[in-house]
């Protein structure tokens, strides 16, 4: 049966390398729980995978965007702009504050009680 399948699909997908890749796809989508669209009759998930592209139960252009996405090393976040970030930063009153203002020195710092520091020694000699 695999093998009438694969010659069915390589007349949807020519290139063999990319109906392995594909299939392959679908086979991970199959085992993380996708519904599959034909009947499984007891066969794996790679030839069920086969069998939907030969079919065409599934839609190839999806598969393949979702095969771009998995092999996405990088993934483009929206970063906010400077001009966004210092607004959240100015907060909900509208005050604006310079960021080089804000550093404290250990001085100026309270500590709790219970902290307590001592002088060490770096130089290595006893």
Not at 38 to 59: C, S
Request: aromatic share 4%.
């Amino acid at each position: 049966m695999a093998r009438v399948t694969v010659e069915d699909c390589v007349k949807k997908i020519p290139n063999r390398f990319d109906l392995v890749m594909l299939a392959a796809q679908r086979s991970r989508d199959v085992s993380t729980g996708a519904d599959i669209t034909v009947e499984r009759d007891n066969d794996k998930n790679p030839v069920v995978a086969l069998r939907e592209i030969a079919e065409e139960t599934v839609p190839l252009s999806e598969l393949g965007q979702s095969l771009i996405r998995g092999m996405q090393k990088f993934v483009d976040t929206d970063e906010p702009e400077e001009n966004e970030l210092m607004d959240l930063l100015s907060g909900s009153s509208g005050e604006s504050f310079d960021v080089d203002d804000t550093t404290e020195t250990v001085e100026d710092t309270e500590l709790p009680s219970n902290v307590r520091f001592e002088d060490v020694d770096l130089s290595g000699e006893d």
